[in-house]
């Protein structure tokens, strides 16, 4: 059984950093790919950026690259989710997935993931 816990979520001014964590357990992961995703009140689940982890390939929403980047700790079973120069539309809850596939093309949708944490809030104030 896939066990995800997220942290790191928090009150942030507009403009400032945030780290979230995903410290994973339960399998090997190596052979996972990892994805952050966010859901904002009244809003759809929005892709925000995945880890292959297995060659450490990258994807990230549009809208995030060049703010946030994904990274991953094998040792740690750890993904981060490093937010730069956040923003109020940010503000959302943040839940990391997991799925068993080791090598992926792109983004893949939030309901084929088999496993997923229970989220932190990150809250962007101005």
């Known amino acids: 059984q896939v066990r995800l816990v997220e942290s790191g979520g928090g009150l942030v001014q507009a403009g400032g950093s945030l780290r979230l964590s995903c410290a994973a357990s339960?399998?090997?992961?190596?052979?996972?790919?990892m994805t952050w995703f966010r859901q904002a009140p009244g809003t759809a689940r929005e892709f925000v950026a995945t880890?292959?982890?297995?060659?450490?390939?990258?994807y990230y929403a549009d809208s995030m690259k060049g703010r946030f980047t994904i990274s991953g700790d094998n040792a740690k079973n750890t993904v981060y989710l490093q937010m730069n120069n956040v923003q109020p539309e940010d503000t959302a809850v943040y839940y990391c997935?997991?799925?068993?596939?080791?090598?992926?093309?792109?983004?893949?949708?939030?309901?084929?993931?088999?496993?997923w944490g229970r989220g932190t809030q990150v809250t962007v104030f101005t």
């Open positions: 997935a997991a799925l068993a596939m080791g090598v992926v093309a792109g983004p893949i949708p939030w309901d084929e993931y088999e496993s």
């Open positions: 339960g399998r090997t992961f190596c052979s996972y790919t």
């Open positions: 880890i292959v982890w297995s060659d450490g390939s990258t």
